[in-house]
């Protein structure tokens, strides 16, 4: 896994909340945008960078395209943090 781009990806505050709206379940690109004072270009900037670092995924149907958390990648990322930690529950 690319933990350079997962990262940086992670690094802007805007991408944080993103990922925090798509906990409650997959959104369309405009659906994410309404909740922000942004562009449509800057709101597809913020989503194929998380696109490009694997944590979010899409899902075309029919002329709408949703997005997703990707799972996977953020277990891949909780695991390797806990294994800095000796595999120990931070106090």
Same mark, same amino acid.
């Given at each position: 896994?690319g933990f350079q781009?997962?990262? @940086? ?6 991408r ?11 959104l369309?690109?405009? #659906?994410?945008?309404?909740?922000? #004072? ?10 194929? &960078?998380? @696109?490009?670092? @694997? ?5 075309k ?10 799972m996977? &990648? ?6 390797w943090?806990?294994a800095?930690?000796?595999?120990k529950d931070?106090?």
């Open positions: 896994m781009e997962s990262f @940086k990806a992670l690094s802007d505050p805007t944080r909340a993103i990922l925090d709206l798509l906990k409650g379940g997959s369309t690109a405009g #659906d994410i945008a309404s909740r922000f #004072d942004m562009t449509a270009a800057t709101g597809s900037h913020h989503l194929s &960078v998380l @696109k490009e670092a @694997k944590l979010i995924s899409d899902d149907r029919g002329k709408y395209i949703y997005y997703e958390l990707n996977t &990648v953020l277990d891949e990322i909780l695991g943090i806990t800095l930690q000796g595999g931070h106090e």
